[in-house]
């Protein structure tokens, strides 16, 4: 099943290749290149298994779908502790799906309505907090370091 991103996604991956923003936060471009892509797949394969398996153990704790599953959540970034996700169970129209994230071990969710872009602004800056979410962001350097791959 292909996924059509939200533009301000596709916007950020255009000024931005695969890396961390704020030491942290790892986002991979599917489109960057053949190698990122696999990445991509290989990275969202992994983590759609241990989510489902977690969903199959606990279904209170992860009660959502995860892409390839129909309107199921689609994941975008990671950190250490955390995993973000679109949720377009909502509408067919990328640009509305909110932000759904959660501490890898459950069962701590949260959401945030707004563009992948305003997200990553609003965390690193202070400007939205969750229970969910790691407090210090605000502290950590506004940096962004690209990721090298392998043969790329």
């Known amino acids: 099943m292909r996924v059509q991103y939200p533009a301000t996604y596709r916007e950020l991956l ?36 241990y989510f489902t398996h977690a969903r199959d153990i606990a279904p ?14 689609i994941l975008w970034a990671i950190d250490d502790d955390h995993c973000y996700f679109w949720d377009p169970s909502g ?18 969710w949260g959401a945030y309505d707004g563009s992948a872009v305003d997200f990553l602004f609003d965390v690193i800056t202070g400007n939205f907090q969750h229970e969910a979410l790691y407090s210090d962001w605000e502290d950590a350097p506004k940096t962004f370091y690209p990721t090298r791959f392998m043969g790329h």
């Open 14 to 49: 255009d000024v931005f290749p695969s890396g961390e923003f704020a030491d942290g936060i790892r986002v991979i471009s599917p489109v960057q290149d053949t190698g990122t892509l696999e990445l991509f797949r290989t990275n969202a394969e992994n983590w759609y298994s």
């Open 60 to 73: 209170e704790t992860f009660p959502h779908k995860f892409h390839p599953e129909f309107d199921g959540l």
């Open 91 to 108: 509408g067919r129209d990328p640009d509305t799906w909110p932000i759904v994230f959660l501490e890898n071990t459950g069962p701590s």
